[in-house]
């Protein structure tokens, strides 16, 4: 998409927002939960190498049933995971578009892991920028 759009005349900025300043440095873990209702993220104060290490003691401690009842994902009250979110915030992604004000934002949609943070970024984009077109897929 990036090189059509560069063909056709626009100027064409890739923002890799895994890698910019270090993106893949800026690891944070959620607590997630998907309902019939949406989702809901929160934050848990555990880095992911405690968080691993933490699932590797409770794998050779715990019963295989309660190992289940505590890392499954399927819940009564729907769908639980723990996730990492790695790059750059919404904010930091947010003042970077505003130095450039791009009139075209290509955002890739390239797997289904993708499209809660795809189509959030897309919102807040959105509002705060109305003017400028953004293109998902």
């Given at each position: ?61 715990l ?58 970024l ?14 998902t897929?």
């Amino acid at each position: 998409m990036a090189s059509l759009l560069e063909v056709m005349g626009h100027d064409v900025k890739y923002m890799d927002e895994i890698v910019r300043d270090h993106g893949l440095g800026k690891q944070e873990l959620y607590h997630r939960r998907l309902t019939s209702d949406g989702y809901e993220d929160k934050k848990l104060d555990i880095s992911r190498e405690d968080f691993q290490n933490q699932k590797m003691q409770d794998f050779r401690g715990l019963s295989s049933e309660d190992f289940i009842k505590k890392y499954g994902a399927f819940k009564p009250e729907g769908i639980e995971r723990v996730i990492v979110k790695t790059g750059n915030s919404i904010a930091e992604t947010l003042q970077e578009i505003e130095k450039d004000m791009p009139d075209i934002i290509g955002i890739p949609l390239i797997a289904t892991a993708n499209y809660i943070p795809a189509t959030t970024l897309a919102q807040e984009i959105r509002k705060k920028f109305p003017g400028i077109k953004l293109i998902t897929g």
